[in-house]
């Protein structure tokens, strides 16, 4: 069974940074994808960003490149996002989501809510 618990969220004034973490459980490896999502209120659940565990491949929304960044410690099974120059729209409840390669993501945490407000 695989379990996905995230951390790190919490209210931030704009322009500040906060580092999510997601610790995993069960089998997440290779050849596993993990990924990040967020949901804002009223709106839809949109994809942020993606490693492969294996080779540390990224993918990034337009919306945070340049400013987030994805990186995993294999040894210790989780997954970083570090947010910078966070904006007020970057307000959400942060999941992290794991998947085979090339099939749908499948296994969800249970989400860390960011607020960005001064």
């Known amino acids: 069974q695989v379990q996905l618990v995230e951390s790190g969220g919490g209210l931030v004034q704009p322009g500040g940074s906060l580092r999510l973490s997601c610790a995993a459980s069960?089998?997440?490896?290779?050849?596993?994808?993990m990924g990040w999502f967020r949901q804002a209120p009223g709106k839809e659940r949109e994809f942020v960003a993606q490693?492969?565990?294996?080779?540390?491949?990224?993918y990034y929304a337009d919306s945070v490149k340049g400013r987030f960044t994805v990186d995993r410690d294999n040894a210790k099974k989780t997954v970083y996002l570090q947010m910078n120059s966070l904006k007020p729209e970057d307000t959400a409840v942060y999941y992290c989501?794991?998947?085979?390669?090339?099939?749908?993501?499948?296994?969800w945490g249970q989400g860390t809510q960011v607020t960005v407000s001064s």
């Open positions: 989501a794991r998947k085979r390669v090339g099939a749908k993501y499948n296994y």
């Open positions: 069960g089998r997440i490896l290779s050849p596993y994808v």
């Open positions: 490693i492969g565990w294996s080779d540390g491949r990224t």
